[in-house]
């Protein structure tokens, strides 16, 4: 591997200085990525777990994505949806394929994604009861996390999230997740769909079970509701199947997606179900920058090195042997661990008190990793780590556990 190069800036103080302080950044500047390891601006090397939130799939700067975005970036970069462009169509096919006949709307982020579907929702429930404004409630779930929108904050019912924004979008109701009974009481002749994460992600790696789904389903099918699935941070091979949801054998009617997607260069989409996609008609909705050709180009890398390293079956199994070692984490350090959470690369260590310093000793030790809701450590490693690179975050954790006091 070639040496970093290093740079020196004041970039801490341009930050202090010219930066919005919306985020509680760590004291680090990255300056250079390669597979699953970043560099700081001192030539530090560190073991990345956070993969830009789930993002970076491939890691960073997989050849094979590097090699697609130069080549597109010298072909045609954007267009605008005014036109067609054959990568745009040909992801569709691929996100299709996997999510069931249908079709993909694109847009930037898993925020836009999410708000395609409450429209959708909204579309649907004019349908049902013939009346603009009428049937608009949308059923989520408590510890939601559906983006910064308006939408999205009215969809996460956390105060820290909505606080300082009402008034929200009106409509919506909250039920306790894998708990079917809790959502079925919500329901009245003004809903139009239920919105649930697959797997919970920002409220701390919570995994819908197969059970809930499909109670999900049944309602929606009862009621004639949208089953909305928000696989922003789940989809794309990050649990160890395409989408979260599919094991469970559950059909959605729509569903958003957008980190992992293009591998770190930033796309969204949203698919519905053939019975609901076209509920959108020319001109109800759009999106700039949605979908261009660049921004295929990165997507379609992305799911062609997915088949071709065969990334998503080694996720699983790789997955879920990390899952089995960190459960022997939380067997030695009982006093500070209470659960290990989540599938594949998408996996939380639920600690009994506030993770941060146990997050900046972890930074200190080499490896970076979020943390979630719920007090807990996420674990997300681009889907290129190997067993090797899992056991040495294993290790780094077992010796900050250690050496922290327990609570
Ligand atoms: C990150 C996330 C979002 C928001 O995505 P942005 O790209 O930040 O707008 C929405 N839903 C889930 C489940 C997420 O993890």
Known sequence: MTPPSIVRTNTAELYDAYVMKSYARAPLTLVRGSGVS?????GREYL???????????????????????HQAGELIHTSNLFRHPLQGELARRLVQQAGP???????????ANEGLLKLARLHGLKKSGVEGKCIKVIGAHWAFHGRTFGGMSATPQEKIQKGFRPLLSGFAFG??????????????????????????EGGIKVCTDEFLWGLRQLCDRHNLLLMLDEVQSGLGRTGAFYAFQPSGVRADAIG????????YPIGAFWAAEKHADLFTPGSHGSTFGGTPLACAAALAVLDTLERENLIAKVAANG???????????ADFPRQVKAVTGRGYMLGIALHADPAPCLAALRESGLLVPSAGGNTIRLLPPLIATPEHLTRATALIRGVLATKAPV
């Open 320 to 330: 879920a042997a990390w899952k089995t070692e960190l459960e022997k984490l939380a």
């Open 176 to 201: 306790e997740l894998n708990n079917v009974p809790s959502f079925a009481e919500l329901i009245d002749e003004d809903t139009a769909a239920i919105f649930v994460e697959t797997v919970q992600g």
């Open 48 to 70: 990345d777990f956070t993969s830009g939130v789930a993002v970076s799939a491939l890691g960073h700067c997989h050849p094979a994505w590097v090699a697609a975005i130069r």
């Open 102 to 112: 249908g079709r993909v709307f694109f847009c930037n982020s898993g925020a836009e």
């Open 38 to 42: 970043v560099w700081d601006d001192t």
């Open 257 to 264: 997606m957008a980190k992992g997607l293009g591998g770190g």
